[in-house]
């Protein structure tokens, strides 16, 4: 039955789903800052990219999402290189605890990726204001730490169910 | 305790050497090349300028197109919200109209006046050339405020021009790629326009706060300013022209900084004016 469902177009946009995701939220920014809610954003290609990374990283590919990265810096108006760094530190933090796991859990996956946001935020940060001298406002960096960590629950739930559905037809 | 170190030691190589299953690049590799990047960008290294425009290029068309579904929710949600408003918006509109009519035959003799008043004294004059653009990508992100506009070196755009909504001042640009550009908003924190405020040409610089509004700063203490001034550019540094309209200054309390609310709505900007001025003696 499954070998009868691959290779099929559906498929393959399954498989390529979040890749896509990732490409769209770095262009489009889609963080509905435009709701003009104060210290309200959230940083959606850190969630994507977290959780791909922890739980199947051949879904993105460090080389996609160091483009995606640069796609980031060029959209936001940073320096070239910054977000490709962020992005690929969160993927390294992912790929300890996937070395580290043997049972996962996602609360335990939430928490640890509550560390990672910070201390990606905290290079990020660093890099910007210390090497760039761009000034950053960091009670909205705060804000956006706390509304992606709360959302990494969500997603991370709707995430899983969508895994289920790629192992049950193998792609 | 050697033990837990060498696990430690195994998942982190693990994790940042060794390329995972189908991957064509370690993440250390990328990682190191990220920090390359980075730091060709800080000395400005040729290439990575060439990089950075040929990026600059793809992206911001790209994302243009990528936008578009939510610019049109968004464009929809707007209607909607003034669809509601509409008849207090007319009465509102009504009521400055008749305010504006009576104004604009003394504004057109304080015109006149000021330019036989400016030959007089040999003061100079300001010529400017406009450019209208539309703005491709207004992403009002958290962390900066900026728009990408369709015109670029190729339409003769500078570093630095003031770019206006109408005949508001919103931001000036800072980045200049072959057909497009980056506009830096006044809302942005790293804005910072050298002001004056009238009544009392009151002189000042204006920082953006990351919001919608700015901030005055560098006021000496002993100045007072009355709420509803009106903040213009001063034209010092001889970036801008003297005169342009920015917003309208107030203190909400003794204690906190002083305010300034854009004539120009900065997150429903859909056309801009890029101007360069350049000054002439009678």
């Not at chain 1, 800052?33 to 994507?48: A, G, K, R, T």
């Not at chain 1, 790929?95 to 905290?122: E, G, M, Q, V």
């Not at chain 2, 929710?73 to 509601?84: E, G, R």
């Not at chain 2, 450019?131 to 207004?138: C, G, M, Q, S």
Request: hydrophobic content about 45%.
């Amino acid at each position: 039955m499954s070998s009868k469902f691959k290779n099929t177009i559906g498929n393959t946009f399954l498989l390529y789903l979040p890749l896509l995701l990732l490409f769209i939220s770095v262009f489009n920014e889609f963080d509905f800052n435009y709701l003009n809610y104060q210290y309200f954003s959230f940083n959606f290609p850190f969630i994507l990219i977290f959780y791909w990374s922890l739980k199947r990283i051949e879904t993105l590919g460090y080389g996609f999402i160091f483009i995606a990265g640069m796609f980031n810096d060029a959209v936001l108006g940073f320096p070239i290189g910054i977000s490709s760094l962020t992005y690929l530190i969160i993927c390294g933090f992912a790929a300890y605890l996937r070395n580290i796991t043997l049972r996962p859990s996602l609360t335990k996956d939430w928490l640890y990726f509550l560390f990672t946001i910070l201390f990606a935020n905290s290079i990020n940060y660093f890099l910007l204001v210390l090497f760039f001298s761009i000034e950053i406002n960091y009670y909205e960096i705060l804000g956006n730490i706390i509304f992606t960590f709360l959302l990494y629950y969500i997603f991370a739930y709707i995430f899983d169910i969508y895994r289920k559905i790629l192992l049950r037809i193998k792609v | 305790m050697a033990a837990s170190r060498d696990d430690f030691v195994i998942a982190i190589r693990s994790a940042f050497i060794k390329k995972g299953n189908k991957q064509r690049f370690s993440l250390i590799g990328l990682i190191f090349f990220s920090i390359g990047l980075l730091i060709l960008s800080k000395i400005s290294f040729p290439v990575t300028n060439y990089l950075k425009i040929t990026l600059n290029e793809i992206v911001y068309r790209s994302s243009f197109i990528v936008s578009i579904p939510e610019k049109k929710i968004q464009d929809l949600s707007n209607k909607i919200k003034d669809h509601f408003n509409v008849y207090n918006d007319y009465l509102l509109v009504k009521e400055k109209i008749k305010i504006l009519q009576s104004k604009k035959y003394n504004t057109q003799f304080l015109e006149e006046e000021n330019k036989r008043l400016k030959k007089t004294i040999n003061e100079y004059i300001y010529n400017s050339e406009e450019l209208v653009a539309k703005v491709l990508i207004d992403k009002n992100s958290p962390f900066l405020k900026s728009i990408i506009v369709n015109k670029g070196s190729k339409d003769n755009v500078k570093l630095g021009m003031a770019v206006l909504d109408q005949s508001y001042l919103v931001g000036k640009v800072v980045e200049v790629n072959y057909s497009t550009s980056r506009v830096l908003l006044i809302s942005d924190l790293n804005s910072k326009i050298p002001v004056g405020i009238e009544p009392g040409n009151i002189q000042s610089i204006l920082t953006g706060t990351g919001r919608i509004n700015g901030k005055i700063e560098y006021l000496e203490t002993d100045i007072s300013i009355e709420d509803n001034s009106i903040v213009y550019t001063s034209g010092s540094g001889g970036l801008f022209k003297p005169g342009i309209p920015i917003g309208t200054y107030y203190q909400e309390t003794e204690e906190s900084y002083e305010i300034v609310n854009f004539f120009s709505k900065l997150s429903q900007l859909t056309f801009v004016k890029l101007v360069s001025f350049d000054e002439s003696k009678n």
